[in-house]
């Protein structure tokens, strides 16, 4: 997932063209990316011998915050300018 993330940060730019579904391309790497991760460190540093409870407590807490960040992509996409142009925005200020 990580080796995906580069030539989908850099396509948009390096072509000079702004595609929606290269926005959703990335939208989508970038959301999985961060969940594989935080998943990863739930796995680690929150052993399951010691603290079940607190374990899928996180775990739903990770679910609740890829679908809420997933909702705010969507919207961000579709009722904005989207995120390779925000990008754009961002860097020229």
């Known amino acids: 997932m990580s080796a995906a993330l580069v030539p989908l940060t850099i396509a948009p730019f390096a072509a000079g063209s702004l595609n929606p579904t290269t926005d959703a391309l990335l939208c989508a790497a970038i959301l999985i990316h961060t969940h594989i991760g935080f998943q990863s460190c739930i ?51």
Do not use: Q, S
């Open 43 to 93: 796995i680690d540093y929150i052993p399951t011998h010691r603290l079940p409870k607190t374990r899928i407590l996180f775990w739903w807490g990770l679910r609740a915050a890829t679908l809420l960040v997933g909702v705010g992509f969507y919207e961000f996409e579709t009722n904005d300018v989207g995120l390779t142009e925000a990008v754009k925005r961002v860097w020229k200020a």
